[in-house]
T-cell receptor, first 116, second 111 residues
Framework: EAGVVQSPRYKIIEKKQPVAFWCNPI?????LYWYRQNLGQGPELLIR????????DSQLPKDRFSAERLKGVDSTLKIQPAELGDSAVYLC??????????????FGEGSRLTVL | QKEVEQNSGPLSVPEGAIASLNCTYS??????FFWYRQYSGKSPELIMF????GDKEDGRFTAQLNKASQYVSLLIRDSQPSDSATYLC???????????FGAGTILRVKS
């Protein structure tokens, strides 16, 4: 079974440029998460989708970040314009349902963003 | 106060020793607790979860939970160099739909 697939793995851009990350979750997983992980920190939730609905986007900086999950499958996270402080690893994760089960999130390999 | 707190380490232990990793959380209504392991440059992977007070053992790993003290720990027996990684404590909130991670503890097992 294929895991969570993310692209690109690495992205280097100049500040004020736009950037987009793509995620394809494990087949059948209804819940999709975007986390941001800064160096030396744990992952921080940006947005959570249940199917195509964003049910928790309270931590998403909406002035520059946007996300979509059309048709409840793959998802795109966009930053426009990027700032120096956005340099981080953007992790996509999926789970079969709510976290009442094992709480296991299946993470992708992440997209490492460097903003110069 | 951070929702989930961990000592950043690094925690250094010799091969074969017991490594003890600790975590405290602020939301008394938290329902479930998880330990994820993250190797350098890799994504986190689940190694243990615990819901009830007490101990839960899985191979060389034991998770301990004390809800009264809002404290979770992970013991790794017979530590191996391959256990060297960052260990992330994660807590599921009272509504069961939000996993909050600590900053992680770096573990180094010296051979």
């Amino acid at each position: 079974e294929a895991g969570v697939v993310q692209s690109p793995r690495y992205k280097i851009i100049e500040k004020k440029q736009p950037v987009a990350f793509w995620c394809n979750p494990i087949s059948g997983h209804n819940t999709l998460y975007w986390y941001r992980q800064n160096l030396g920190q744990g992952p921080e939730l940006l947005i959570r989708y249940e199917n195509e609905e964003a049910v928790d986007d309270s931590q998403l900086p909406k002035d520059r970040f946007s996300a979509e999950r059309l048709k409840g499958v793959d998802s795109t996270l966009k930053i426009q314009p990027a700032e120096l402080g956005d340099s981080a690893v953007y992790l996509c994760a999926s789970s079969p349902g709510t976290l009442y089960g094992t709480g296991e999130l299946f993470f992708g390999e992440g997209s490492r963003l460097t903003v110069l | 106060q951070k929702e989930v707190e961990q000592n950043s380490g690094p925690l250094s232990v010799p091969e074969g020793a017991i490594a003890s990793l600790n975590c405290t959380y602020s939301d008394r209504g938290s329902q479930s607790f998880f330990w994820y392991r993250q190797y350098s440059g890799k994504s986190p992977e689940l190694i243990m979860f615990i819901y009830s007070n007490g101990d839960k053992e899985d191979g060389r790993f034991t998770a301990q939970l004390n809800k009264a003290s809002q404290y979770v720990s992970l013991l790794i027996r017979d530590s191996q160099p391959s256990d060297s990684a960052t260990y992330l404590c994660a807590v599921n909130g009272p509504y069961g739909n939000k996993l909050v991670f600590g900053a992680g503890t770096i573990l180094r097992v010296k051979s």
